[in-house]
């Protein structure tokens, strides 16, 4: 079956940094794009990237332009999210999902990586 | 922006429930197609994956939900609403991108 698996969650403190992974099984890695979305408590779902299947097709919101970064490797079926400077807004729990790539949505999502930024 | 109403619902099991989902932008695509997804979060699940391409039921999702609408008025349907259904619904544009964005979610709960 097709998984998705986001580690790397924890408490940091503010303008401090962390990296979530998210890692997948049973299917064509690189044939994908992953995003990563968030959901902030008593907020609702809002998308934070994409990680094309190319490098250069790595976008983010504006929330998080210059502050966060996201990349794949292909080998290790793993996709990354690199969040610094990080505020107190940016505490959420953030989900890696498979788009999948037929106009089809986010079809599968992962189990979630609590972030949170707190002094 | 993708605004949803109603933000709250409270329906009764068996009966029907409907959320609106009105981009600011037409979704229409030059090929016909209507690009905006639904989901569903549950209570302390991630969300999945409910239709797709406004009408299109993603794999395993029940025949009682069903989405319909086109351009800039799209709706969600559930026609018999049961306990197993609640949780906050999320429309979402995966066209005019990036950013792709959610609509603010609509709470369904049960009576």
């Known amino acids: 079956d097709v998984q998705l698996v986001e580690s790397g969650g924890g408490l940091v403190q503010p303008g401090g940094s962390l990296r979530l992974s998210c890692t997948a099984s049973?299917?064509?890695?690189?044939?994908?794009?992953i995003h990563w979305v968030r959901r902030a408590p008593g907020k609702g779902l809002v998308w934070v990237s994409r990680?094309?299947?190319?490098?250069?097709?790595?976008s983010y919101a504006d929330s998080v332009k210059g502050r966060f970064t996201s990349s794949r490797d292909n080998a290790k079926n793993t996709v990354y999210l690199q969040l610094n400077s990080l505020r107190m807004e940016d505490t959420a729990v953030y989900y890696c999902?498979?788009?999948?790539?037929?106009?089809?949505?986010?079809?599968?999502w992962g189990q979630g990586a609590l972030v949170t930024v707190s002094s | 922006v993708m605004t949803q109403a109603p933000l709250s619902l409270s329906v009764t099991p068996g009966e029907p429930a409907s959320i609106s989902c009105r981009p600011s932008?037409?979704?229409?695509?030059?090929?016909?197609?209507?690009?905006l997804d639904w989901y569903l979060q549950k209570p302390g699940q991630s969300p999945q994956l409910l239709i797709t391409?406004?009408?299109n039921r993603a794999s395993g999702v029940p025949d009682r939900f069903s989405g319909s609408g086109s351009g800039t008025d799209f709706t969600l349907k559930i026609s018999s609403v049961e306990a197993e259904d609640v949780g906050v619904y999320y429309c979402?544009?995966?066209?005019?991108?990036?950013?792709?964005?959610f609509g603010q979610g609509t709470k369904l709960e049960i009576k």
């Open positions: 932008q037409s979704l229409l695509h030059s090929n016909g197609k209507n690009y």
């Open positions: 999902a498979r788009d999948s790539m037929r106009g089809g949505g986010f079809d599968y």
């Open positions: 391409l406004a009408s």
């Open positions: 990680v094309g299947t190319a490098v250069s097709t790595t």
């Open positions: 049973a299917f064509t890695f690189s044939d994908y794009y």
């Open positions: 979402m544009q995966p066209l005019h991108v990036p950013p792709y964005t």
